[in-house]
């Protein structure tokens, strides 16, 4: 039956959408019928499904069934929410601006303070936090109805604000909410001036605060990906450069604490150092991840094309090693020559061995580092990894033992061909670490 009585909803929705809401009216009846008969168990479905209800009968003209509707939810989702202190307390806030709404619509004003004073009362005790946030409310819905009580909502949210402003917790959701109504109250100077009666000091900047600013930060916040949000960035500097953006930032850290402070050294960085020097680090390391995410080596060198300012960046240290050699083999040789070691085992082997004939370390490590990745072949990666730090002096922090458990999922012949390569590397080059040679020898199971 909830499942039944949610897809009634859903229809209800898609009828209204047609534009003729009477037609919505029966499926959200039938909802909220199939609901009753559940009992206690679909308390919250019902009283889902009755603002739902309510709703429609709004539309319908019907706005004393839309009351009653819409009290009912609100004495579900309270009844609810008493008995589980700390739930999200959303559901019950949407029924009480439903029903403030529709009996605001009757004229009846003063029975929908009453009906926020009384919600507010019950959770005073059980849930302060609550409470808190409906105290809010009560206060933003005064705005909204006629004089004299916007003043009177104007003159609560002040002075709640003024108070909340010592809390040792510093400004949350709540704030930002209750901030939000004051600054959305169309009579912009007598905020202000209540403001200065109320608490003798001067308006702060976060009420100073145009709601389009604050609208505009946000969206370049959220900008899905670094060269869009310096698009962005350049097309609102003026604004983005303001110390109106600044006090949006210091609100919008209470909604996304590190998504703000990102952007206001971000911001700090443009006005400081230009577009161009602030963004480039950020955009190379998002398309640095990018790249590392492509699903193969085909869709690798073709980002790496359109990309080619990648091949700049120095890595990160847990970049693994294929696409490390990747970058700094195309920077030196080219990409055809990168990428062909990773399409080519015999081309790599080529450039192994030419590693090994010059004792060059790094060339080496960017080897192996292919060998175990891209061809799977670990026995070889971790020698030639071994070996590239014996050659850089870098000798501790490794075991030649290591090899020995590798052993078994190699063939012979690759056994005996890193046996032969290290041999001779240490007949060229015994110093200064000779004393490894022999240990890495014998754990590929070699003679000294």
């Not at 706005?63 to 202190?85: D, M, Q, T």
């Not at 109250?185 to 007598?190: I, K, L, P, R, S």
């Not at 080496?364 to 026995?379: K, S, T």
Request: hydrophobic letters at 45%; charged letters at 25%.
């Amino acid at each position: 039956r909830p499942g039944l009585a949610a897809a009634l909803r859903t229809l209800a929705r898609s009828l209204a959408g047609t534009g003729d809401p009477q037609e919505a009216l029966p499926p959200a009846r039938e909802a909220v019928g199939l609901l009753r008969e559940e009992g206690d168990a679909a308390l919250a479905e019902l009283a889902d499904s009755l603002q739902v209800l309510g709703t429609y009968v709004e539309l319908n003209g019907d706005a004393e069934g839309a009351v009653e509707a819409f009290r009912e939810a609100v004495a579900l989702h309270r009844s609810l929410a008493l008995e589980a202190p700390g739930a999200p307390e959303a559901p019950l806030l949407s029924a009480l601006d439903d029903l403030a709404r529709a009996l605001a619509r009757t004229g009846e004003h003063a029975a929908a303070v009453e009906e926020f004073d009384e919600t507010v009362e019950e959770f005073a005790a059980v849930d302060p936090a609550t409470a808190r946030r409906l105290a809010v409310e009560r206060s933003a819905f005064l705005l909204r109805c006629p004089a004299p009580l916007p003043a009177t909502g104007v003159a609560e949210l002040v002075n709640w604000l003024d108070e909340d402003a010592e809390r040792t917790g510093g400004p949350d959701t709540v704030t930002v909410r209750a901030r939000q109504a004051l600054r959305g109250y169309g009579d912009v100077a007598a905020v202000h001036t209540a403001w200065e009666e109320e608490t003798f000091t001067s308006v702060p900047d976060w009420l100073a605060l145009a709601p389009e600013t604050l609208e505009l930060v946000g969206a370049w916040m959220f900008a899905p990906d670094w060269p869009r949000s310096r698009d962005f960035w350049s097309r609102n500097a003026d604004v983005l450069g303001s110390v109106g953006a600044a006090s949006a930032l210091d609100e919008l850290a209470v909604l996304d604490p590190r998504g703000a402070q990102r952007h206001a050294l971000l911001r700090e960085a443009v006005l400081a150092h230009g577009v161009t020097a602030a963004y480039d680090p950020l955009i190379l390391r998002e398309q640095l991840a990018q790249w590392l995410e492509c699903v193969d080596w085909k869709e690798s060198r073709a980002y790496l094309e359109e990309h080619p300012r990648l091949l700049t960046v120095q890595p990160p240290e847990d970049t693994p090693l294929a696409h490390v050699a990747m970058l700094d083999i195309g920077r030196t040789e080219g990409l055809d020559a990168a990428y062909r070691l990773v399409e080519d085992r015999a081309a790599l082997q080529a450039y192994v061995d030419r590693a090994l004939a010059d004792g060059d370390g790094t060339a080496l490590m960017h080897g192996g580092g292919i060998e175990g990745q891209v061809f799977g072949d670990r026995l070889s990666s971790l020698t030639h990894a071994q070996v590239a730090l014996v050659l850089a002096g870098a000798t501790e922090g490794f075991e030649p033992d290591d090899l020995t458990g590798l052993l078994h999922r190699a063939p012979e012949e690759t056994r005996a061909r890193l046996v032969r390569e290290t041999v001779a590397l240490s007949v060229r080059r015994p110093e200064p670490h000779g004393d490894m040679w022999p240990r890495i020898i014998r754990a590929l199971g070699g003679e000294d």
